[in-house]
């Protein structure tokens, strides 16, 4: 009787699937209906853009440059935070760790989601899963920079200098795109070119000025001025083909007779995984209208900036793509993973 009772109180199995079914749909209505909720009330309060490198650097500068605007845009409050170090691992962890609200925001490059997989033999974040795609800002030619002082008006000169003084020759660098086209110019050539990390560029172009190492390879948005006030002289730009920013420059590829050199940095917004689609597709819009007028695409070209937007979904392939290009140019440069 025990049995039969038992049995006959147990659900049957097509019943059973149904509840379960029917919870789960209860389950994620829920959920659906608190992420519209809180993303028809977002944003309620102030807004963070975290970046990975340090004041005065091409983040800090275009993070402060959209978030004025993006601030009259949402009716909140934009803080910039900067929180330099470790090629970026620093930053991108912690956004990586952030609540999926909408409020913390991460203006970054391809040093924290093309290069630091093939750099460092682990992380503390996974450059696709952990992170929420928004939106592609532009992109950024590299140039290579050495001290107005030193008799090097080439790159030939750079690399004759640097074979002649093998204990003297080192480079400066803050970011990955910095960091893998000195060493592959280094590596390519023979010159055996020591690198020292820098949290910031100022503090990168400051050494260079000042003696401490011989050359640089930097932005050209955050190395402009120096080069216009004559403290440092620019040589060749990174990517594969001359940019119209700096049309008098031949590429480093070219100067030192190799054609498979290339670097190209690039600079969008993301934010932890998971985002509400709603906030995404919010803040993606607002971003692209900033971007948009002529007026900001000629102000961000005479920065040194070539304007580049992507909406979500097409920077997300972008992201993935570039993680191939980039594990092929530090091959180039003979970088191991440390």
Known sequence: MKTDFQFNQAKPRGVRWICAAASRLIACAVA????????????????????????GSASDIFARLIGEPL???????????????????????????????GYTLFLTT??????????????????????????????FPFVLLVDAK?????????IAYGKSNPQAISYAYTSSAGQVAAAALSNATKMGAVGVAYKSAPEAMTSVAGGQVVFTVLDLATSQAMVKSGRLRAL???????????????????AANLPDFGVTAWQG????????????????TEIQKILAPKEMQDRFISMGVEPAT???????????????????QIGIAGMTPQ
């Open 32 to 55: 659906c209906i608190a992420i519209g909720a809180s993303a028809q009330t977002w944003p309620s309060k102030p807004i963070k853009i975290e970046i990975a490198f340090g004041p």
């Open 71 to 101: 601030s009259k845009a949402l009716g909140q409050p934009i803080i910039v935070e900067s929180k330099p170090g470790a090629n970026g691992l620093i930053a991108a962890e912690y956004v990586a760790k952030a609540p999926a609200d």
């Open 110 to 139: 391809n040093t924290t989601h093309s290069a630091n997989p093939y750099l460092f033999k682990k992380l503390p974040y996974d450059p696709i899963k952990d992170f929420t795609p928004i939106a592609r800002v532009g992109y």
């Open 150 to 158: 030193l008799p090097i008006h080439s790159v030939q000169e750079l």
């Open 236 to 254: 060749a730009v990174s990517p594969s083909v001359r940019t119209a920013l700096a049309p008098d420059l031949p590429t480093v590829g070219e």
């Open 269 to 284: 917004f993301f934010g932890p995984a998971n985002m509400p689609p709603a906030v995404v597709a919010r803040l993606a």
């Open 310 to 328: 992507a909406g979500p979904e097409e920077f997300g392939r972008f992201v993935k793509k570039e993680l191939s290009v980039w594990e092929r």
